[in-house]
């Protein structure tokens, strides 16, 4: 079965960074994409960013120039670098990888992610 494992995440304050990484067990070619999620309490998972097999990369518009997405196939690791985080950043992140030909999606078991002063 396939796994994916978020690390990374933390306390900071606001102004700080962190960087995630989704560890994969199986390579990163067998995904579509590979995608961050993050979800707050009281309200919907939503997508934060997301690479393609091919690198291409999609930002949802509020992490636009503060977060970047990249991937290292040698490792079949995803990071997510988080810069200038805000306290609206807190949240549980989640890394997802979508399979081919719709045969569905793989989840991590989430990282938290809490910025405060």
């Known amino acids: 079965q396939v796994q994916l494992v978020e690390s990374g995440g933390g306390s900071v304050q606001p102004g700080g960074y962190l960087r995630l990484s989704c560890a994969a067990s199986?390579?990163?070619?067998?995904?579509?994409?590979v995608g961050w999620y993050r979800q707050a309490p009281g309200k919907e998972r939503e997508l934060v960013a997301k690479i393609t097999r091919a690198s291409s990369t999609v930002y949802a518009p509020f992490v636009k120039g503060r977060f970047f997405i990249s991937r290292e196939d040698a490792e079949n690791t995803v990071y997510l670098q988080m810069n200038d985080l805000k306290p609206e950043d807190s949240g549980v992140y989640y890394c997802?990888?979508?399979?081919?030909?719709?045969?569905?999606?793989?989840w991590g078991q989430g990282t938290q992610v809490t910025v405060s002063p």
């Open positions: 199986t390579m990163l070619f067998n995904y579509n994409a």
């Open positions: 997802n990888g979508e399979r081919p030909s719709g045969s569905g999606t793989d």
